[in-house]
């Protein structure tokens, strides 16, 4: 009996240590389960890691290209962010001012120069406000000369701006050169004896000489109007100065 007693006591510890040792078992395989599963979500990470790292390792080549880009535009390209002040400008803006890029965005040196800050200030308000580009036209020192501007402001979305400017200097310089031409010649003619008149494309009268006045006897003030031409000869027919058309005076009675 004593003998059975203690069999049947070391079965039972022998049955108990078996659960204890599943148990165990159980525990180790959802151990392992879960090591794998970190082990995966680290290599995922890991794989993640890499992928955005690849991404902003090809967003900076596209950024220093596109900066490269504006780098080597003749015409002066700066951007604002939302409080106005200048967070980039390119080399030609640098050019335009005397200026390296350090200084200039350290100084906040604006392109039109110190006295029209203000307004360049306003011009890229008004393009933040509205939403629509804003131009103006202006003077300014670049490159130890004088020049004429045109500066631009347009909006972004994120509510920065970019801003460009077109040198007119040579248009400008154009239409002066063009404008003298005309009236040196324009002073020759005035000194001719023969009446002189020059039509516009829509035939009103663009120019004439004080000869013409006297010769056809007509006022100042009514050729400095500009006429179309067909109202220059009913005038001059009305008052007998050019014969009737064929047929002209029965025309205009009926």
């Known amino acids: 009996v004593g003998v059975a007693l203690v069999l049947g006591t070391a079965g039972v510890c022998a049955l108990v240590c078996q659960r204890k040792l599943e148990r165990s078992h159980l525990a180790l395989d959802d151990a392992a389960a879960r090591l794998l599963e970190t082990q995966d979500e680290v ?9 955005l790292g690849l991404a902003r390792s090809m967003a900076q080549e596209e950024l220093a290209t596109l900066l490269a880009a504006l780098d080597n535009l003749p015409r002066p390209v700066w951007r604002r962010g939302k ?24 100084q906040q040196i604006e392109l039109l120069g110190r006295a029209e800050t203000e307004q360049s200030r306003n011009l890229a308000r008004e393009a933040q406000k509205t939403g629509h580009q804003q131009a103006m036209t202006r003077h300014a020192v670049a490159g130890g000369e004088r020049r004429l501007f045109e500066v631009t402001e347009r909006a972004l979305p994120d509510g920065s701006l970019v801003g460009y400017a077109h040198d007119q200097t040579e248009s400008e310089e154009g239409k002066i050169e063009l404008d003298r031409h005309i009236r040196a010649h324009g002073a020759v003619l005035q000194n001719l004896n023969a009446g002189i008149a020059i039509l516009a494309a829509d035939m009103h009268l663009d120019f004439h000489n004080a000869a013409y006045a006297d010769i056809w006897q007509l006022d100042e003030d009514y050729l400095a109007s500009r006429p179309h031409f067909t109202d220059i000869l009913e005038t001059l027919r009305s008052e007998r ?14």
Do not use: M, S, T
């Open 43 to 51: 290599e995922r990470l890991h794989g993640d890691a890499i992928d």
């Open 83 to 106: 409080d106005l002040e200048l967070v980039y400008v390119n080399d030609a803006y640098c050019a335009a001012v005397g200026q390296p890029r350090e200084e200039v965005l350290r």
């Open 241 to 254: 100065r050019v014969p009737e058309r064929g047929g002209h005076a029965a025309d205009k009675r009926d």
